[in-house]
């Protein structure tokens, strides 16, 4: 009948089976993910919006990048007299090598001199391994100058590589790859209630143990928040130093390019409009403002005349959570709760997860009895995911007041 199939199986020749409902009120262990993930929600802004990733049986995640460049080139020397040669430079955290892969026999660059306000048509003869370059000057056949001037630090822009009829190929210009990572950190919270506490009866709360599951689930979870945004990858040396993950600001500190403002101590519409078009440049474009509420009230303070409301609306003041960008960016405004004045984010976060360490992204258990008083630990171990932080595409402030 189909209601055996609904029902415990009665005891056989062999004895009967134990099932989950004989296990004793807490004394598994429960897997708490999602309560850590709700709990919290008003303490978990960043986290909310960046979602998880898939779980990682692995010592530590990997993603792989790989950047095209920028599409210019940056002279690092003055061209040689009738624009014969020319010796590039680095530029935007690229190598001169890696630089050079942009190019090849046949592309076309366009230089602007603003010295002699004349322009330039080039094209390269062959590319060193070294970055210099063996040019012809094409402007005879245009409507630009024969040959600009050009001084250290210039942008040659390229056009793409110009092949004739009927041409041979050419030696792909391949880009290196790189394997980014990232380790796993633990956070921990342990609970201790001795058996005449937990008999206690108590206002508001009800049982003290539920009441204090539930306030470290908390603190975790704000914890968790926090260290995806402000931490420092370290790496043990022994086992008396936890393993640390690089959060948000561990992934970019060290990096440069004007995406990265180390200088601006009082943030203004200008600098947040360079950090922001320094990101939409190299491909971004979900990009949201992470910053003390001191430094995301600003966004109203600048123009109160441009926050629109309806003539008949009787509320006063001012706020706004999203913010127009002149390079045509729509992005979004969140204030933190008691975080670092001095660090704002400009993120792109739909390059960004979490990772949680296979079954372990919020685990709670009930430890053996060893005195008078129950003993439960709280763990949650993960990793942090950001892609194109190497790529230009995430901003950050560090030195704001």
């Known amino acids: 009948m189909a209601v055996d199939y609904h029902a415990i199986a009665a005891g056989t020749n062999r004895g009967s089976a134990q099932a989950t409902t004989d296990i004793v009120s807490l004394t598994d262990k429960r897997d708490v993910s999602d309560m850590l993930d709700l709990l919290a929600i008003d303490y ?139 380790g796993f950190s633990i956070l921990r919270e342990d609970v201790q209630i001795t058996g005449s506490q937990k008999a206690t009866d108590m206002y508001a709360i009800g049982r003290e143990d539920t009441h204090q599951l539930r306030m470290r689930l ?48 009082s943030l203004t519409e200008a600098a947040v409009n360079a950090v922001v078009g320094a990101c939409w440049e190299s491909g971004a474009s979900n990009l949201t403002f992470f910053g003390n509420l001191d430094q995301t009230a600003k966004f109203t303070q600048w123009d109160k005349g441009r926050i629109r409301m309806s003539q008949e609306d009787r509320k006063g003041g001012g706020m706004i959570s999203h913010y127009l960008c002149e390079c045509n960016i729509e992005i979004e405004i969140v204030p933190m709760r008691k975080v670092p004045n001095n660090i704002a984010f400009v993120l792109d976060t739909s390059k960004i997860r979490m990772r949680a360490k296979k079954g372990r992204k919020g685990i709670m258990e009930k430890l053996g009895k060893a005195g008078d008083f129950e003993d439960w630990q709280i763990i949650s171990e993960f990793s942090f995911e950001m892609k194109g932080y190497n790529l230009h595409q995430h901003g950050l402030f560090t030195r704001l007041a």
């Open 44 to 182: 978990t802004p960043f986290i909310n919006r960046i979602g998880w990733g898939p779980e990682s049986g692995a010592t530590g995640i990997e993603w792989i990048s790989e950047d095209l460049g920028p599409g210019y080139v940056t002279a690092g020397s003055v061209m040689a007299s009738a624009g014969t040669s020319l010796q590039i430079s680095t530029c935007e955290g690229l190598t001169t090598a890696e630089a050079a892969r942009q190019l090849q026999t046949g592309t076309i660059l366009y230089h602007y001199s603003s010295t002699d306000g004349e322009h330039s048509i080039i094209a390269l003869i062959s590319v060193g391994t070294d970055g210099e370059l063996e040019t012809e000057v094409l402007s005879s056949a245009t409507g630009a100058s024969v040959s600009t001037s050009t001084s250290a630090g210039d942008k040659l822009f390229i056009l793409g590589a110009a092949a004739n009829e009927g041409s041979l190929p050419r030696t792909g210009n391949w880009r290196s790859r790189v394997v980014n990572s990232n």
């Open 218 to 265: 908390h603190q975790l979870s704000r914890d968790r928040e926090k260290q995806a945004l402000y931490g420092m990858a370290v790496t043990p040396r022994s086992t008396t130093e936890a393993s640390l993950m690089n959060g948000a600001l561990g992934f970019l500190i060290g990096q440069g390019g004007s995406n990265i403002d180390t200088s601006t101590t």
